[in-house]
Each structure stands twice: as C-alpha cells, then as structure tokens.
C-alpha cells in the first residue's frame, strides 16, 4: 500500500448505490495492509449506548453518546 488514508474522512459519492455507505462519511481511524478501520460519523440509530450496554454489561456504562450505523464487515469481527 503507497498511501494510507488514516485520519482521512471519506465522503460518499452521491452515485454510489451501496445502501451501506449511502450519503455516508466516514473518519479513516486505520489503513494499511492489514486492512482498513473507520467511523460513521452521520448515520445516528436511535439506540444509545447505554441502551445497548445494559443488556451486554452489568456495571455503570462510561457513555450515553448515539450509536451509529456502520458498513459491512467481511472476514473479522470486532470486539469492544
């Protein structure tokens, strides 16, 4: 890979048909021949974190900020 695109935003095109990244922007968090790693920064869900964190955790949740929809993920997973 000659150019990494971490700390980039990605703006989708508004031909791009993909329902994935329709109207999407995207902040590159990683990028590299490993793979690449970003954020949705404009596509809200109407869940918080919070909401989602009582049912996966039992203490207090560090945050009740949006979460946001995201793009496919193929051949990994991601824990946090």
């Not at 890979?1 to 980039?8: A, E, F, P, Q």
Request: charged share 15%; with cysteine; hydrophobic share 40%.
């Amino acid at each position: 890979m000659t150019t990494s695109l971490r700390g980039h935003l990605l703006v989708a095109s508004p031909k791009l048909s993909d329902v994935n990244f329709f109207r999407t922007v995207i902040l590159m968090l990683q990028h590299d021949d490993d793979g690449a790693v970003g954020l949705v920064l404009n596509r809200p869900t109407p869940s918080t974190l919070g909401e989602i964190w009582k049912v996966i955790e039992e203490g207090p949740c560090p945050s009740d900020s949006p979460l946001y929809w995201g793009g496919p993920v193929s051949n990994s997973l991601i824990g946090i």
